[in-house]
């Protein structure tokens, strides 16, 4: 079993800054991509990027050229750039991850753009 423990969310004013990370642990065999999605309240969960193991990288439209995604296999670790933060971008952020062909989920860490 794979388990993935997000961490660096919190409050940030707009044009702010965050980064979140996520690191996997446990019965990993091999870990291919590594990604991060996102719900605000009343919406549905959406894809903002992920990354393969070979560094090939999708972003949502939504925050292509303000987000940035990358990852240290060594550490089993992918990180999440937020930058031009906005209001829009309030949503609990979920890491995820494939091994093996089978999908993990994390507990998630909220994120939050307020004046």
């Known amino acids: 079993q794979v388990q993935l423990v997000e961490s660096g969310g919190g409050l940030v004013q707009p044009g702010g800054s965050l980064r979140l990370s996520c690191a996997a642990s446990?019965?990993?065999?091999?870990?291919?991509?590594m990604g991060w999605y996102r719900q605000a309240p009343g919406k549905e969960r959406e894809l903002v990027a992920y990354i393969t193991r070979p560094g090939n990288t999708h972003y949502a439209d939504s925050v292509k050229g303000r987000f940035t995604i990358s990852r240290d296999n060594a550490k089993n670790t992918v990180y999440l750039q937020l930058n031009s933060l906005k209001p829009e971008d309030t949503a609990v952020y979920t890491c995820s991850a494939l091994d093996s062909g089978i999908p993990y989920w994390g507990k998630g860490t909220r994120v939050t753009v307020s004046s």
């Open positions: 446990g019965s990993i065999f091999s870990i291919t991509t």
